[in-house]
């Protein structure tokens, strides 16, 4: 039990997908200026992300490894996040126009959101097993969403502040990205105790 | 008696500064040299001119007629003449003018003839309209027509009744002194509220700073032995805001959305108002003067009882300014205003002149970065967070200044006053909620417009229908014309269908024009009900323009000593 | 054969999520577009065809559908290219054209012949008279778009900026501030 | 020009704010230098030096008033509390690099005074431990009390940086301890021993926080800071701290040893009520103070840092706009306030 919560834990903290793993940053730059927006977008990313961790791994372990075509791996991942996101494209649209629209062009980008195919094939480096998997999957989705939702109120802030003019926009953006992921080098060793 | 006060939160304690001038009795202000008498001196619509220039007019007589329900009526202060009726510069922080009458005095100070009201045979109804036509308005600050506060919410039983006398700015002691003189008019204007608001209970609320005015009050409610509580509440600005003092008093929290504070049974008057409204009813005399406190940087600092009208630099005479005087502050330090122009005339709000100096009142230190310490937040009697409000204000982030409540700002200035960066936070929210008022009338302007040019759309639509019409129609005619001398030539059946078959178009070209005018109906009728609608809405809507006049009449934009510009610039 | 089994799956793969999309396209189906209506209820609807379409609506699909940029509306102002720029999370750019205070127009009545040109020019409506007979136009419904200006045959129409009255005055920005304002107003915000 | 109501101000300026926080820091900064020696003066005005160099730098290049901005005492608040977290015999540029990069990085770009979202002081603790862990973790031993100029000489990297210096703090101890695993070495045992590692009332770090506490009750009463983060801060340390030490006191510290060890005062009342990186409605700062605790505690026991607070802080940091705007407190006459 105890070896899920660590493996939990170092995926929403310890190992933040944004922050330590320096994945997704794309959205995670472009869907932070609004905190709603960003509550979707994290809404939306943590669906795709865990809903693609499970199917990767049904894929590899069922289709895959049985014809030897491990090769293929990376396409058909990227072939089935695709379609993940598609699918929750269209759901959105449907229930939340508000919130599609505000998501914008996020949405189908989540597709190439690289956490998202990223954290999949982490998952077969490091061996998991299908639960493994599910919980790195939705730790780091969680660990996404969380950060992008606390960047999304520091931006927010920043947007009144008199921040020089070259640095204004995406450039102090990264800097506070920066300290954030200096911010969670605190949490480095915490997985490691046990 | 009531026994128990209530708090509110926050509140500052500047120093008072009464005892300038509250010592001294009020004295009659001599006659001006002329009278600038705005029309438009409350909330609501500007009341119609009903002199002409070169007419003669006695003391108290009708010179502008209220326009419509929301207005009230503005009389002559003294005889004289109407030399002008033109565009003067306002008592406002804009220094923009209005129209305004200007008389000329004759010195006779002649009245129209005038006598008590028949108060017993009055209908309540008769009774609004007479305060209307004697031109009876809050005299506390914002102005608002006084028969429109009595007109009770029918809907709610009036619990209380709250005859605001906390007076709680520094320097201003009008009402003070009034209390002390003729506290016995005021109950008997306060009988004259309750008459008509029927509340369970009658309270005046005084700052606990006037124990002389309380003294006196209390002295006049006994010999008239009417049941009203004179409660002494506890002296911390702004106690006397309305919303404060019905929370002190009867721990109620009317709220910033809430229109009128009727909606929660609870009403509040000035002292001043009761005092005039029982001149009108009592004596017969319209609302041509109040008094008026001159202090600040002056060496005879006391009240007058001015006419409407009087310019403030002559009036301010009367206390000997001293003569490193550099301005004229209207209201309260607090939340009053330089005035742009000092020839502008008193009116009917104008509680206090303050002779500004940079000794009395320094110049201000620069601006500093907000550092977010909460100074502010604890001295907000509205419970708002001032520097969130500053920060999305400075940055022009309008909808968030909305989520923080910017309209339950009531502009007191407390949180301005603790600032230890001294930001000018409450210009900053002034400026914000203008902007926000701009981008709906802008709003609605393009939302009009968009009506209109659809409906223009629409017309030449139909008119296009209506000619192709007409042509189908001649088009016809001359097809049944040619059919028949067709017919004539070969006679037969096949002639009797051609004009049927040509008349099929132009019928089906009625019917649509039918249904396109069934539309334009409907469309007509939509827009009518809408129209309506906004009709019914403007009284309240004048309601929160009153509240938003009352805060605009207290705010302030001037010139101002450069000096706060030096230290910043190296 | 490996080859063979492979592009077996993976067309498999691609039938089975090819269903799936297919069917789900099916069941959210969305009607309509949302978006033109916020788009056009951001545009100050002078009706102007400034942006080179005929009216505030027209231009609003065009930016929709991308056709159109989003700088090209000037009584929108800067102002509106901002709330453009959020809604549709576009850049925001400077406008085409410069940016006017408030006016609105007026009909010399010396010189007004009574043509009733400028009536049929008026997008809203805002102008009254008959043939013949002196016009006037109805200054709170007059939006200011200049449609009239070019019909009128004695050029007797000239736009006036709406002076600062007690109804429309406004408090200024604080002017003793010691950083400059905003980075919101400014263009170099950012994309994303 | 504009004069705005209201025309009475009370007297009140940043650079009274932030006078008075200093004087807070008195004691502790006599104390600290009483114990270790003048080294920590030192310190103190090399980094104050840099961060008013830095400052004034920052200011000339975006045009803004000098004389007013560096009379604010902000810049000199950073460099104090940056010195007072590093090790007091750290290499001069180690303090310097640290006020640098609080007062440029986290401060200036961010616009300056009062638009930081994080805090400048701990920015600086955190980037120096993360790049320099090494000379971060010597902190000297107590008993030992070089001379000024042995000290100064260490600081200046005229000496070689002697191995008797590099004593371990007395939260270093226990974590190494903890590390080694049960049975091997007893934590409690092990402080008990020692008074240097702040056995209570010895001669030891206890006796810096201590004066902290002290500063930090006199800001409270000053009313420039309210008790809401301080003690959730503090409740927080004692209650984790706590029930790790009855569930298991041969391998946890004690309640105690965990707020008088360290950066916990000094992030208590100094750091985590700075109001411009932190909370500032009520309730806010309750979960900012709890949080902040809490994180403090874990990174200091279970992470790879030798203490916790600098972390704490920044991660709290990162959060408080979102807590900020979830704990809006009602308005007047409003059941429940939110934007």
Request: hydrophobic content about 45%.
């Given at each position: 039990?105890?070896?899920?919560?660590?493996?939990?834990?170092?995926?929403?903290?310890?190992?933040?997908v944004?922050?330590?793993?320096i994945?997704?940053?794309?959205?995670?730059?472009g869907?932070s200026?609004?905190?709603e927006?960003?509550?979707?977008?994290?809404?939306?990313?943590?669906?795709?992300?865990?809903?693609?961790?499970?199917?990767s791994?049904?894929?590899?372990?069922?289709?895959?490894?049985?014809?030897?075509?491990?090769?293929l791996?990376?396409?058909?991942?990227?072939?089935?996040?695709a379609?993940?996101?598609?699918?929750?494209?269209?759901?959105?649209?449907?229930?939340s126009?508000?919130?599609?629209?505000?998501?914008?062009?996020?949405?189908?980008?989540?597709?190439?959101?690289?956490?998202?195919?990223?954290?999949?094939?982490?998952?077969?480096?490091?061996?998991?097993?299908?639960?493994?998997?599910?919980?790195?999957?939705?730790?780091?989705?969680?660990?996404?969403?969380?950060?992008?939702?606390?960047f999304?109120?520091?931006?927010?802030?920043?947007?009144?502040a008199?921040?020089?003019?070259?640095?204004?926009?995406?450039?102090?953006a990264?800097?506070?990205?920066?300290?954030?992921?200096l911010?969670?080098?605190g949490?480095?060793?915490?997985?490691?105790?046990? | 008696?009531?026994?128990?006060?209530?708090?509110?939160?926050?509140?500052?304690?500047?120093?008072?500064?009464?005892?300038?001038?509250?010592?001294?009795?009020?004295?009659?202000?001599?006659?001006?040299?002329?009278?600038?008498?705005?029309?438009?001196?409350?909330?609501?619509?500007?009341?119609?001119?009903?002199?002409?220039?070169?007419?003669?007019?006695?003391?108290g007589?009708?010179?502008?007629e209220?326009?419509?329900?929301?207005?009230?009526?503005?009389h002559?202060?003294t005889?004289?003449?109407v030399?002008?009726?033109?565009?003067?510069?306002?008592?406002?922080?804009?220094?923009?003018?209005?129209?305004?009458?200007?008389?000329?005095?004759?010195?006779?100070?002649?009245?129209?003839?005038?006598?008590?009201?028949d108060?017993?045979?009055?209908?309540?109804?008769?009774?609004?309209?007479?305060?209307?036509?004697?031109?009876?308005?809050?005299?506390?600050?914002?102005?608002?027509?006084t028969?429109?506060?009595?007109?009770a919410?029918p809907?709610?039983?009036?619990a209380?009744?709250?005859?605001?006398?906390?007076?709680?700015?520094?320097?201003?002691t009008?009402?003070?002194?009034?209390?002390?003189?003729?506290?016995?008019?005021?109950?008997?204007?306060?009988?004259?509220?309750?008459?008509?608001?029927?509340?369970?209970?009658?309270i005046?609320?005084?700052?606990?700073?006037?124990?002389?005015?309380?003294?006196?009050?209390?002295?006049?409610?006994?010999?008239?032995?009417?049941?009203?509580?004179?409660?002494?509440?506890?002296?911390?600005?702004?106690?006397?805001?309305?919303?404060?003092l019905?929370?002190?008093?009867?721990?109620?929290?009317?709220?910033?959305a809430?229109?009128?504070?009727?909606?929660m049974?609870?009403?509040?008057?000035?002292?001043?108002?009761?005092?005039?409204?029982w001149?009108?009813?009592?004596?017969?005399e319209?609302?041509?003067?109040?008094?008026?406190?001159?202090?600040?940087?002056?060496?005879?600092?006391?009240?007058?009882?001015?006419?409407i009208?009087?310019?403030?630099?002559e009036?301010?005479?009367?206390?000997?300014?001293n003569?490193?005087?550099?301005?004229?502050?209207?209201?309260?330090?607090?939340?009053?205003?330089?005035?742009?122009?000092?020839?502008a005339?008193?009116?009917?709000?104008?509680?206090?002149?303050?002779?500004?100096?940079?000794?009395l009142?320094?110049?201000?230190?620069?601006?500093?970065?907000c550092?977010?310490?909460?100074?502010?937040?604890?001295?907000?009697?509205?419970?708002?967070?001032?520097?969130?409000?500053?920060?999305?204000?400075?940055?022009?982030?309008?909808?968030?200044?909305?989520?923080?409540?910017?309209f339950?700002?009531i502009?007191?200035?407390?949180?301005?006053?603790?600032?230890?960066?001294?930001?000018?936070?409450?210009?900053?929210?002034?400026?914000?909620?203008?902007?926000?008022?701009?981008?709906?009338?802008?709003?609605?302007?393009s939302?009009?417009?968009?009506?209109?040019?659809?409906?223009?759309?629409?017309?030449?639509?139909?008119?296009?229908?209506?000619?192709?019409?007409?042509?189908?129609?001649?088009?016809?005619?001359?097809?049944?014309?040619?059919?028949?001398?067709?017919?004539?030539?070969?006679?037969?059946?096949?002639?009797?269908?051609?004009?049927?078959?040509?008349?099929?178009?132009?019928?089906?070209?009625?019917?649509?024009a039918?249904?396109?005018?069934?539309?334009?109906?409907?469309?007509?009728?939509?827009?009518?009900?809408?129209?309506?609608?906004?009709?019914?809405?403007?009284?309240?809507?004048?309601?929160?323009?009153?509240?938003i006049?009352?805060?605009?009449?207290?705010?302030?934009?001037?010139?101002?000593?450069?000096?706060?510009?030096?230290?910043?610039?190296? | 054969?490996d080859?063979?089994?492979?592009?077996?799956?993976?067309?498999?793969?691609?039938?089975?999520?090819?269903?799936?999309?297919?069917?789900?396209?099916?069941?959210?189906?969305?009607?309509?577009?949302?978006?033109?209506?916020?788009?056009?209820?951001?545009?100050?609807?002078?009706?102007?065809g400034?942006?080179?379409?005929?009216?505030?609506?027209?231009y609003?699909?065009?930016?929709?559908?991308?056709?159109?940029?989003?700088?090209?509306?000037?009584?929108?102002?800067?102002?509106?290219?901002?709330?453009?720029?959020?809604?549709?999370?576009?850049?925001?750019?400077?406008?085409?054209?410069?940016?006017?205070?408030?006016?609105?127009?007026?009909?010399?009545?010396?010189?007004?012949?009574?043509?009733?040109?400028?009536?049929?020019?008026?997008?809203?409506?805002?102008?009254?008279?008959?043939?013949?007979?002196?016009?006037?136009?109805?200054?709170?419904?007059?939006t200011?778009?200049?449609?009239?200006l070019?019909?009128?045959?004695?050029?007797?129409?000239?736009?006036?900026?709406?002076?600062?009255?007690?109804?429309?005055?406004?408090?200024?920005?604080?002017?003793?501030?010691?950083?400059?304002?905003?980075?919101?107003?400014?263009?170099?915000?950012?994309?994303? | 020009?504009?004069?705005?109501?209201?025309?009475?101000?009370?007297?009140?300026s940043?650079?009274?704010?932030?006078?008075?926080?200093?004087?807070?820091?008195?004691?502790?900064?006599?104390?600290?230098?009483?114990?270790?020696?003048?080294?920590?003066?030192?310190?103190?005005?090399?980094a104050?030096?840099?961060?008013?160099?830095?400052?004034?730098?920052?200011?000339?290049?975006r045009?803004?008033?000098?004389?007013?901005?560096?009379?604010?005492?902000?810049?000199?608040?950073t460099?104090?509390?940056?010195?007072?977290?590093?090790?007091?015999?750290?290499?001069?540029?180690?303090?310097?690099?640290?006020?640098?990069?609080?007062?440029?990085v986290?401060?200036?770009?961010?616009?300056?005074?009062?638009?930081?979202?994080?805090?400048?002081?701990?920015?600086?603790?955190?980037?120096?431990?993360?790049?320099?862990?090494?000379?971060?973790?010597?902190?000297?031993?107590?008993?030992?009390?070089?001379?000024?100029l042995?000290?100064?000489?260490?600081?200046?990297?005229?000496?070689?940086?002697?191995?008797?210096?590099?004593?371990?703090?007395?939260?270093?101890?226990?974590?190494?301890?903890?590390?080694?695993?049960?049975?091997?070495?007893?934590?409690?045992?092990?402080?008990?021993?020692?008074?240097?590692?702040g056995?209570?009332?010895?001669?030891?770090?206890?006796?810096?926080?201590?004066?902290?506490?002290?500063?930090?009750?006199?800001?409270?009463?000053?009313?420039?800071?309210?008790?809401?983060?301080?003690?959730?801060?503090?409740?927080?340390?004692?209650?984790?701290?706590?029930?790790?030490?009855?569930?298991?006191?041969?391998?946890?510290?004690?309640?105690?040893?965990?707020?008088?060890?360290?950066?916990?005062?000094?992030?208590?009342?100094?750091?985590?009520?700075?109001?411009?990186?932190?909370?500032?409605?009520?309730?806010?700062?309750?979960?900012?103070?709890?949080?902040?605790?809490?994180?403090?505690?874990?990174?200091?026991?279970?992470?790879?840092?030798?203490?916790?607070?600098?972390?704490?802080?920044?991660?709290?940091n990162?959060?408080?706009?979102?807590?900020?705007?979830?704990?809006?407190?009602?308005?007047?006459?409003?059941?429940?306030?939110?934007p």
């Open positions: 039990m105890s070896h899920y919560i660590f493996l939990l834990v170092g995926a929403v903290l310890v190992n933040n944004v922050l330590v793993k994945l997704g940053l794309c959205p995670f730059m869907v200026k609004k905190l927006t960003a509550y979707g977008m994290g809404a939306a990313t943590t669906f795709v992300l865990t809903l693609a961790t499970g199917s791994y049904i894929i590899d372990h069922f289709l895959l490894m049985p014809f030897g075509l491990e090769y791996r990376t396409l058909s991942f990227i072939v089935t996040i379609a993940i996101v598609q699918l929750t494209e269209m759901v959105i649209a449907k229930t126009p508000t919130l599609q629209q505000t998501l914008g062009i996020y949405l189908p980008l989540i597709t190439t959101n690289c956490a998202v195919l990223g954290v999949p094939l982490l998952n077969v480096a490091n061996g998991y097993d299908f639960v493994e998997s599910l919980l790195y999957g939705a730790g780091s989705a969680v660990g996404f969403s969380g950060v992008l939702i606390l999304a109120g520091i931006r927010e802030r920043i947007e009144g008199d921040v020089p003019t070259h640095f204004r926009g995406t450039a102090i990264l800097v506070t990205a920066g300290l954030m992921a911010a969670f080098m949490f480095a060793g915490l997985d490691k105790y046990q | 008696m009531l026994s128990q006060l209530f708090k509110f939160h926050g509140g500052v304690k500047p120093a008072s500064h009464k005892d300038l001038s509250n010592q001294a009795p009020i004295v009659t202000a001599p006659l001006p040299s002329r009278l600038i008498v705005p029309l438009h001196q409350s909330i609501g619509g500007t009341p119609r001119p009903v002199v002409a220039v070169g007419d003669r007019v006695l003391k007589q009708l010179i502008g209220a326009d419509g329900w929301l207005s009230a009526a503005i002559a202060p005889s004289g003449t030399v002008e009726i033109a565009m003067h510069t306002r008592p406002h922080p804009s220094g923009l003018s209005s129209q305004c009458v200007v008389i000329e005095p004759d010195g006779r100070d002649e009245w129209i003839a005038h006598g008590p009201a108060y017993a045979a009055m209908t309540p109804a008769d009774i609004c309209s007479y305060l209307q036509r004697y031109g009876i308005v809050g005299l506390g600050g914002a102005g608002f027509p028969h429109g506060k009595l007109t919410n809907k709610v039983a009036m209380e009744l709250i005859i605001n006398a906390a007076e709680c700015e520094p320097y201003i009008c009402d003070d002194r009034l209390m002390r003189e003729r506290a016995e008019e005021i109950v008997r204007g306060t009988a004259i509220f309750r008459d008509m608001l029927k509340p369970q209970k009658v005046i609320g005084v700052e606990d700073n006037k124990p002389e005015a309380i003294a006196a009050l209390c002295a006049a409610v006994t010999a008239l032995a009417e049941p009203f509580t004179v409660v002494p509440v506890p002296a911390l600005y702004p106690a006397g805001g309305a919303k404060q019905i929370r002190v008093l009867t721990g109620k929290e009317v709220p910033g809430m229109r009128s504070t009727a909606d049974g609870v009403q509040v008057f000035n002292v001043g108002t009761a005092y005039a409204a001149r009108a009813i009592g004596h017969g319209p609302l041509i003067s109040r008094v008026v406190t001159l202090t600040g940087n002056v060496r005879q600092a006391h009240n007058v009882e001015a006419l009208g009087t310019p403030m630099d009036l301010l005479r009367l206390a000997s300014p003569p490193d005087t550099d301005g004229i502050i209207m209201g309260g330090p607090m939340m009053g205003f330089l005035v742009p122009d000092e020839t005339p008193i009116v009917k709000t104008s509680n206090c002149l303050i002779a500004h100096s940079a000794r009142f320094p110049p201000k230190a620069p601006e500093m970065p550092i977010r310490c909460g100074a502010c937040a604890r001295a907000c009697p509205h419970e708002l967070q001032p520097f969130e409000l500053y920060w999305h204000s400075r940055a022009k982030d309008f909808g968030k200044t909305q989520q923080y409540h910017i339950d700002c502009e007191c200035g407390c949180c301005s006053f603790v600032c230890p960066s001294r930001i000018p936070l409450v210009q900053y929210f002034r400026f914000a909620k203008s902007e926000i008022w701009a981008r709906e009338r802008e709003k609605k302007a939302e009009e417009a968009k009506q209109r040019f659809e409906f223009k759309q629409f017309r030449e639509e139909r008119e296009k229908a209506d000619k192709a019409e007409k042509l189908a129609k001649a088009a016809a005619a001359q097809a049944a014309k040619k059919a028949a001398e067709a017919a004539a030539a070969a006679g037969g059946t096949v002639a009797a269908e051609a004009p049927a078959a040509a008349g099929d178009d132009p019928a089906a070209a009625a019917k649509k039918a249904i396109a005018a069934a539309m334009a109906r409907a469309k007509a009728q939509r827009e009518a009900v809408q129209a309506k609608n906004t009709d019914e809405l403007t009284p309240q809507q004048a309601h929160e323009m009153a509240a006049e009352a805060r605009r009449a207290a705010a302030g934009v001037s010139e101002a000593p450069a000096a706060s510009t030096d230290s910043r610039t190296e | 054969m080859i063979l089994l492979a592009i077996a799956i993976m067309a498999l793969g691609a039938l089975v999520l090819g269903a799936a999309l297919g069917f789900s396209s099916i069941k959210f189906k969305v009607e309509g577009d949302p978006l033109v209506e916020k788009i056009d209820a951001i545009l100050p609807q002078t009706q102007c400034q942006c080179g379409y005929p009216g505030c609506k027209p609003a699909e065009a930016i929709a559908k991308g056709e159109a940029d989003i700088n090209l509306c000037p009584p929108g102002g800067m102002e509106g290219v901002q709330r453009l720029a959020d809604l549709l999370g576009r850049e925001v750019k400077a406008l085409e054209a410069e940016e006017k205070p408030k006016q609105v127009a007026r009909i010399d009545e010396n010189t007004c012949i009574g043509c009733t040109l400028c009536i049929q020019a008026c997008p809203v409506d805002a102008i009254v008279g008959a043939a013949k007979q002196l016009h006037t136009i109805l200054t709170q419904q007059c200011g778009c200049e449609l009239c070019p019909p009128c045959p004695v050029e007797c129409i000239h736009m006036e900026v709406v002076p600062e009255t007690l109804d429309n005055w406004k408090w200024k920005y604080p002017v003793v501030s010691i950083h400059p304002a905003s980075p919101v107003a400014s263009p170099e915000k950012e994309a994303a | 020009m504009f004069a705005p109501a209201p025309f009475l101000l009370k007297d009140a940043v650079s009274q704010v932030m006078t008075q926080v200093c004087l807070a820091l008195i004691p502790g900064i006599a104390v600290y230098a009483w114990l270790v020696g003048p080294a920590i003066l030192v310190q103190l005005a090399i104050s030096f840099t961060a008013l160099l830095a400052e004034a730098a920052i200011l000339r290049l045009d803004k008033p000098l004389a007013l901005f560096l009379s604010d005492g902000s810049a000199v608040v460099a104090w509390l940056i010195a007072l977290t590093f090790p007091p015999l750290a290499p001069w540029w180690l303090v310097a690099t640290g006020t640098l990069f609080a007062i440029v986290a401060k200036h770009l961010y616009g300056g005074l009062g638009q930081n979202p994080f805090n400048p002081a701990m920015v600086a603790f955190a980037v120096c431990i993360v790049a320099f862990p090494a000379l971060m973790s010597q902190w000297p031993s107590i008993g030992l009390k070089l001379p000024l042995d000290q100064l000489n260490i600081i200046f990297g005229l000496a070689p940086r002697v191995d008797a210096l590099s004593g371990a703090t007395p939260l270093d101890a226990m974590k190494t301890a903890l590390k080694l695993g049960e049975g091997q070495v007893n934590v409690a045992h092990l402080l008990e021993n020692q008074d240097i590692y056995n209570f009332a010895g001669r030891g770090w206890e006796w810096v926080t201590g004066a902290y506490l002290l500063g930090g009750l006199w800001l409270w009463q000053r009313k420039l800071i309210t008790w809401h983060a301080p003690l959730a801060f503090l409740a927080a340390m004692v209650l984790i701290s706590g029930g790790l030490w009855l569930y298991r006191p041969e391998s946890f510290a004690s309640p105690l040893f965990h707020l008088l060890s360290g950066g916990a005062m000094l992030g208590a009342f100094f750091i985590i009520t700075d109001p411009v990186s932190g909370c500032t409605t009520p309730r806010g700062k309750l979960i900012f103070g709890f949080g902040a605790g809490l994180l403090a505690y874990i990174v200091r026991v279970f992470g790879g840092y030798p203490d916790g607070v600098a972390f704490a802080v920044l991660l709290m990162l959060s408080a706009p979102l807590i900020d705007r979830l704990t809006q407190p009602r308005i007047f006459g409003m059941k429940e306030g939110r």
